[in-house]
């Protein structure tokens, strides 16, 4: 795997998200209100807006847009979207959030 820092764990508060750009990739890393970090796509497979304000509950993010709902583990689509969507693998490395864009 090959993680790459994208923000300080201290730059998304809890509850909020952050686009950013990863060589070229355009993510979002949330951060749910028990803390977790989670990254993904930027854009909903669904609605094509961005995940940015998705709210994270019960191992899902919902997009605000039309409720499309994924598992944050696989991505896949619970509804009403059918196409998954894309999430990377997250870790913290002192006091960064590290994505690995290649998994």
């Known amino acids: 795997m090959s993680f790459i820092n994208v923000a300080s764990v201290d730059e998304i508060e809890p509850g909020t998200g952050k686009e950013v750009n990863v060589e070229g990739t355009d993510i979002v890393v949330l951060r749910s209100d028990e803390g977790d970090f989670h990254a993904m796509a930027k854009e ?3 609605a094509g807006v961005s995940m940015v304000d998705g709210i994270i509950e019960d191992g899902c993010v919902e997009c ?3 409720g ?3 598992d944050l ?9 059918y196409d998954p969507l894309k999430i990377y ?3 913290i490395v002192d006091g960064f959030i590290a994505v ?3 998994a």
């Open 44 to 46: 909903c497979p669904h």
């Open 64 to 66: 605000v847009a039309h």
């Open 68 to 70: 499309a709902q994924f």
């Open 73 to 81: 583990e696989t991505g896949q689509p619970l509804s009403p979207a």
């Open 89 to 91: 693998p997250v870790q």
């Open 100 to 102: 690995d864009l290649k």
